[in-house]
């Protein structure tokens, strides 16, 4: 019931009329996955798409001496690889469990025959594929405008109750998971949390206290 209740709440399904959402679940697949699976390497033939119900997702490539670059880390609700319901084609880029998780597996070719006929689907999947396209222009530009205590800072500030002067967060993932979303190396990640000392932000593994939100405002 948990599963159904988050795919039910996830952007590509909770805008669906009750024909077309009812459609989609008996579409859906649930497979569990353990920390470290890989789902697809890119370069495959791409058969399905995803919709994260528990745990991440990470999403990254690698270089031909086998350097490893995040793409994205995907969360509840989130999907992925629904870009290839336009074209038939291959990942682009391969995905690992970060944890254990839990997944609802789209068949592509199933997708698309019922986007075909049901509107409203079409539109979901537009909504989020635009969505995508937002957030990923807003990856690049904090890429190129940010420094890493930016970028840091601005994490912290997006989990931070509104209003409050103080905060106390927890890191839903590893830091080496951070960095990656972050698009930093892990030990930039340590010199930008040296950085923020200064503005009253400690870290104790996952946990971070910021004594003073309103500075940490102004990196």
Do not use: W
């Not at 569990?32 to 789902?39: G, M, P, T, V």
């Not at 969505?131 to 800072?153: G, K």
């Amino acid at each position: 019931m948990r599963d159904r209740n988050t795919l039910i709440r996830s952007p590509l399904v909770s805008c669906l009329s009750p024909n077309s959402m009812a459609r989609m679940m008996e579409l859906a697949t649930v497979l569990n996955f353990e920390s470290r699976d890989i789902l697809f390497r890119e370069g495959e033939h791409a058969e399905f798409f995803y919709c994260v119900l528990t745990g991440y997702v990470r999403l990254y490539r690698l270089s031909r001496e086998g350097r490893e670059a995040d793409i994205r880390v995907c969360g509840s609700g989130d999907t992925f690889a629904e870009s290839l319901l336009a074209v038939d084609d291959t990942y682009h880029y391969n995905a690992q469990a970060a944890e254990n998780v839990t997944l609802a597996r789209f068949d592509l070719q199933k997708v698309r025959t019922l986007a075909e006929k049901e509107h409203d689907v079409a539109n979901a999947i537009i909504q989020c594929l635009s969505a995508c396209l937002r957030s990923t222009m807003d990856c690049v530009a904090n890429d190129r405008l940010q420094t890493a205590p930016q970028r840091v800072a601005q994490y912290l500030l997006d989990n931070c109750q509104e209003g409050a002067g103080t905060a106390s967060l927890r890191l839903p993932f590893q830091k080496s998971l951070l960095a990656g979303k972050l698009g930093l190396a892990p030990e930039a990640l340590s010199r930008a949390f040296s950085t923020l000392r200064t503005c009253g932000v400690t870290v104790r593994g996952r946990m971070i206290q910021i004594s003073d939100v309103s500075a940490l405002r102004q990196i």
